[in-house]
């Protein structure tokens, strides 16, 4: 899980942007040849791999004329530009081959253990903001204080730390001692049968359907490994609202706030945080990106049975169309949720609309 | 009216700190004294370089420090012995291996993975950001654009799709790890070329005829060097714990290579009665990527005193 | 000039501190004078403690700085010994300050109009809508032309003119009586800076307040105010009504003066601005 600024860097000399249209047209192409740079780094990842896929089908004592056959129809008799075109035409149609390990479609199986890893980010994301805003907001206001070295330490702390290793102590603390958390696992195998999930969004679902048990069941499942994930987002997030609000708390219209008689109250958690919040909402968009990426680690802790689980276990079956089927949807993931907090950037920031 | 020059003693704190250094060196080891002064005046950053230290000197001594054998272990007599065991400062492992003395030899793995990314992916980012930054025009787009496409990429799964591909193995690890790293150095070193492409001692050098070339390695490339030495040793962290990552989905270094991931991984099995195996090695790594941490922060609010608190 | 009258601020030397890294940093050291309802203007360069001055009046001193006097008070009330709460209650109500650049002054994610409404709300229990009305009424005092459109627009969206005049107009809503302008037009065009300070100079002379106009022009303060106060290196080294100015005695306030060049007068070389030692002692 390695955390980015630039993002954050180059949104902020994004305020001021030339024209609506240019910045549009710009947008555009960024993310047209970030669509195209992924499909073409999955490919190439593809042609790498020492195993030939072609074996893999037929088998190695296939007579020449059934392997020739077979190295046609997979197309690869094709120079690679075709291939690539070919590779790119299935992928933006929702072709990303069929998966060895489970024989579905991979774009299938990403949807079902898709929501599963979005669950457990949004709630790691929304722990790491209720809690990391504030912590930071608290950490500049006091700055040099014994609350702002917590601060500090907790974050370095969770910037420092081995995700799947805090994850087992947990494991172990929090399930084996205290019993406080249920076994590794989404829902307890009682309710697998009494409790079908509609969106895939299991407390969501639960809570539709008003089945209290089954709620109080998949807390017992995600409180771990969403609160593992909630540390990571908070490191990130109180550490940057800190740098955020340092840099407000020291601007003129702060001094002004001040003449006009403001309490310090309002002027922190209103005139500093409203302005901090501008780049800050590109640093909760950046985290739950990352925490998408490390459910990876996390998901193989918890037998957690979401795309990162999926990927690892791809991968130790060198199942390689799911492994970057799910690299190929996990990057377009991300180009979206960058779309999504730059026009909230935009909502927020009235610099950026332009009268 | 010049004020007479008194004659300081070389290398003397006030010949180090004089405004009017007689020397290309005096001014050079004065500026390091400055930012070593500002450094030190941080304790938690000289913990950090004491950590780093530490971590250097144990790779180094690793042969004479480590009690045991790292790789072969007493299977008969010594399998699983929790940590303070007579001999067995921190326990063994299921092979009757010396916790202490893998963790030990860890240590040089882990200085290779650092080392080595730093050394490919720093170099690329240099190089990609100062021709992008001081070239402009086409050359800069197209730069920029493939290193936008790879910080699109999620780093730790593009780093497993690449070892997926290349093949488990702590060479591929390290390459995987230094292709997903050099895109944000490329983005600094473009953003500190573009402050001084136009300032007035790169116009002067290009009216002496210097070349492109001389101009970018000569006198872009050592500006830029400040704010990238600070970022890469912020990122040794994630690096640390990306190649533990690997090494623990059984991707990094294989066994019986003493990596720290893959200890974690082997102490896995025995967590819930046998502890200290996987817990040991999790220790070593947060501590030398805290080591990291702090030292990257020290490096930057003492190169660079207006970023300082960020 | 106080006529017999508590005046409206009294400042005995008055010293403003600094704790740095090289030692304490005296940039205010033993400032005093009264003040009435007049104009009093506040001459220095840079660095001479002018600002710290005001901004120590105020109360917006850094927490980290320390404050003396032997007495500091406005309207009889003594303001270091006063309760948190009841200095901000002074602030923004009866005692306001203009800063110096708009670009920065004004909080860039609120509308105008809301900046203004919320000086108001803070100290006046008022409806949002007369609120509203009050702003608006504000905004046409400062002479905005078109006070519904500039109620609604960001800061960002006005010109540094028109962003001043809402800075006034938000500081001055409240209608308080001492009103403490930190250089409120050096960060404008020199167009503009005329029109502001007459709108300035009609809102004191009508509203009669008591007005600190802290610059580093002596001419302007000069023409602006009753009286002026020179600053150097954090003390006052003279004090004289503007119409003596011809006759100031100190050698600093005389440069100060010379630096301004007159049509006719040709000056070779250019003089520059004399600092002895001495008196910064």
């Known amino acids: 899980m390695t955390l980015t600024d630039t993002t954050v860097a180059t949104r902020r000399n994004r305020r001021r942007a030339s024209s609506f249209a240019a910045s549009v047209l710009r947008f555009?192409?960024?993310?047209?040849?970030?669509?195209?740079?992924?499909?073409?780094?999955?490919?190439?990842?593809?042609?790498?791999?020492?195993?030939?896929?072609?074996?893999?089908?037929?088998?190695?004592?296939?007579?020449?004329?059934?392997?020739?056959?077979?190295?046609?129809?997979?197309?690869?008799?094709?120079?690679?530009?075709?291939?690539?075109?070919?590779?790119?035409?299935?992928?933006?149609?929702?072709?990303?081959?069929?998966?060895?390990?489970?024989?579905?479609?991979?774009?299938?199986?990403?949807?079902?253990?898709?929501?599963?890893?979005?669950?457990?980010?949004?709630?790691?994301?929304?722990?790491?903001?209720?809690?990391?805003?504030?912590?930071?907001?608290?950490?500049?206001?006091?700055?040099?204080?014994?609350?702002?070295?917590?601060?500090?330490?907790i974050g370095l702390i969770g910037y420092s730390v081995p995700i799947f290793w805090l994850g087992l102590l947990a494991l172990v603390l929090f399930y084996a001692q205290l019993r406080w958390v249920a076994f590794p696992g989404r829902v307890d195998i009682v309710y697998e049968y009494s409790f079908s999930p509609q969106t895939g969004f299991y407390?969501?679902?639960?809570?539709?359907?008003?089945?209290?048990?089954?709620?109080?069941?998949?807390?017992?499942?995600?409180?771990?490994?969403?609160?593992?994930?909630?540390?990571?987002?908070?490191?990130?997030?109180?550490?940057?609202?800190?740098?955020?609000?340092?840099?407000?708390?020291?601007?003129?219209?702060?001094?002004?706030?001040?003449?006009?008689?403001?309490?310090?109250?309002?002027?922190?958690?209103?005139?500093?945080?409203?302005?901090?919040?501008?780049?800050?909402?590109?640093?909760?968009?950046?985290?739950?990106?990352?925490?998408?990426?490390?459910s990876v680690l996390t998901e193989t802790i918890f037998s957690w049975p979401g795309l990162g689980l999926y990927i690892t276990n791809s991968l130790q079956n060198a199942d390689m169309n799911a492994v970057l089927g799910g690299t190929l949807v996990i990057g377009s993931v991300f180009v979206g949720i960058n779309i999504f907090s730059d026009l909230l950037y935009r909502t927020l920031d009235p610099r950026t609309r332009s009268r | 009216m010049s004020i007479p020059e008194i004659a300081l003693k070389p290398y003397s704190r006030a010949w180090l700190l004089s405004d009017r250094p007689a020397s290309r060196q005096q001014a050079r080891l004065g500026r390091a004294y400055?930012?070593?002064?500002?450094?030190?005046?941080?304790?938690?950053?000289?913990?950090?370089?004491?950590?780093?230290?530490?971590?250097?000197?144990?790779?180094?001594?690793?042969?004479?420090?480590?009690?045991?054998?790292?790789?072969?272990?007493?299977?008969?007599?010594?399998?699983?012995?929790?940590?303070?065991?007579?001999?067995?400062?921190?326990?063994?492992?299921?092979?009757?291996?010396?916790?202490?003395?893998?963790?030990?030899?860890?240590?040089?793995?882990?200085?290779?993975?650092?080392?080595?990314?730093?050394?490919?992916?720093?170099?690329?980012?240099?190089?990609?950001?100062?021709?992008?930054?001081?070239?402009?025009?086409?050359l800069d787009a197209v730069l920029m654009r493939i290193t936008d496409i790879f910080l699109a990429f999620p780093k730790l799964v593009l780093a497993l799709a690449l070892v997926a591909a290349l093949g488990p193995g702590i060479e591929n690890a390290i390459l995987a790890i230094a292709v997903t790293s050099w895109p944000p150095y490329a983005r600094i070193a473009r953003a500190e070329t573009l402050t001084f492409r136009n300032s007035e001692f790169i116009a002067a050098v290009k009216l002496m005829g210097a070349s492109p070339l001389r101009i970018i390695i000569r006198h872009v490339m050592p500006l830029c060097l400040s704010s990238l030495i600070v970022r890469v040793t912020l990122d040794m962290a994630g690096i640390i714990l990306t190649a533990a990552g690997l090494g623990f989905l059984g991707l990094g270094a294989q066994p019986p290579l003493p990596e720290w991931g893959a200890m974690i991984a082997s102490g896995r099995r025995f967590i819930l009665d046998q502890w200290w195996v996987a817990a040991m090695p999790g220790v070593a790594i947060l501590v030398v990527s805290l080591g990291f941490n702090l030292l990257g922060d020290g490096l930057r609010d003492a190169l660079d005193p207006k970023e300082a608190g960020q | 000039m106080t006529n017999g009258q508590t005046p409206l601020l009294t400042v005995e030397d008055l010293r403003v501190t600094f704790p740095t890294r090289t030692g304490e940093v005296r940039a205010v050291r033993g400032v005093s004078f009264t003040l009435g309802k007049e104009r009093l203007g506040i001459v220095g360069e840079s660095g001479s403690g002018k600002s710290q001055t005001g901004r120590a009046i105020m109360g917006l001193t850094p927490a980290h700085a320390s404050i003396t006097a032997r007495k500091l008070a406005f309207s009889g009330r003594d303001l270091l010994s006063m309760r948190k709460a009841e200095r901000r209650a002074l602030r923004g109500k009866r005692i306001a300050m203009i800063l110096q650049d708009p670009k920065y002054s004004l909080n860039p994610v609120m509308t105008i109009g809301r900046q203004i409404v919320e000086t108001l709300k803070t100290h006046e229990d008022v409806s949002t809508s007369e609120a509203r009305t009050r702003a608006l009424s504000m905004l046409e005092a400062v002479q905005i032309r078109d006070p519904e459109r500039v109620f609604g627009l960001y800061p960002h969206e006005v010109s540094g003119g028109m962003g001043q005049r809402a800075m006034i107009a938000m500081m001055l809503v409240c209608g308080p009586e001492l009103l403490i302008a930190d250089e409120p037009t050096s960060a404008l065009d020199v167009t503009v800076q005329l029109e502001v300070l007459s709108i300035l100079d009609k809102l004191v002379a009508e509203r009669g307040m008591g007005l600190i106009l802290i610059s580093h022009d002596l001419r302007l303060v000069s023409s602006f105010c009753n009286r002026v106060i020179v600053m150097y290196a954090g003390k006052i080294v003279e004090e004289l009504p503007s119409a003596d100015l011809a006759h100031a005695q100190h050698p600093y306030t005389r440069g100060l003066l010379n630096c301004l060049p007159t049509i006719g007068s040709h000056r070779h070389p250019l003089p520059v601005l004399d600092r002895k030692p001495e008196w910064a002692l």
């Open chain 1, 28 to 153: 555009a192409v960024t993310v047209v040849t970030t669509i195209f740079g992924l499909l073409l780094v999955t490919f190439f990842i593809g042609r790498v791999v020492p195993i030939d896929p072609v074996l893999a089908i037929v088998g190695d004592r296939a007579p020449a004329h059934l392997y020739e056959r077979t190295r046609i129809e997979l197309g690869l008799n094709l120079p690679l530009y075709q291939q690539f075109w070919i590779y790119s035409k299935q992928a933006l149609s929702g072709d990303l081959g069929t998966s060895v390990l489970t024989s579905n479609p991979v774009l299938e199986d990403i949807k079902r253990v898709f929501p599963a890893t979005m669950e457990l980010a949004t709630i790691g994301t929304l722990i790491g903001a209720i809690l990391g805003i504030p912590l930071g907001v608290l950490a500049a206001v006091k700055r040099g204080s014994v609350a702002d070295q917590i601060v500090r330490v």
């Open chain 2, 34 to 138: 400055i930012i070593w002064r500002r450094f030190a005046e941080n304790r938690l950053a000289l913990v950090g370089l004491g950590i780093l230290i530490l971590l250097l000197v144990v790779a180094a001594l690793a042969d004479v420090l480590a009690p045991y054998d790292p790789v072969v272990g007493d299977l008969r007599n010594a399998r699983l012995l929790p940590p303070g065991t007579a001999g067995y400062l921190l326990g063994t492992d299921d092979q009757g291996r010396d916790i202490l003395s893998r963790l030990i030899y860890g240590s040089r793995l882990t200085l290779l993975v650092v080392v080595l990314v730093a050394i490919i992916a720093a170099p690329i980012g240099l190089i990609v950001g100062t021709a992008s930054g001081y070239a402009g025009g086409w």
């Open chain 1, 203 to 294: 407390l969501l679902d639960a809570a539709m359907q008003g089945q209290w048990d089954v709620v109080g069941d998949l807390f017992r499942h995600i409180a771990l490994p969403g609160a593992l994930l909630g540390y990571f987002s908070l490191a990130y997030i109180s550490r940057m609202t800190r740098s955020f609000m340092l840099n407000e708390l020291s601007q003129e219209y702060i001094v002004a706030a001040r003449a006009k008689g403001l309490s310090e109250a309002r002027i922190i958690w209103f005139h500093a945080l409203r302005n901090a919040a501008v780049p800050l909402v590109t640093v909760i968009a950046l985290s739950y990106a990352n925490l998408l990426e490390g």
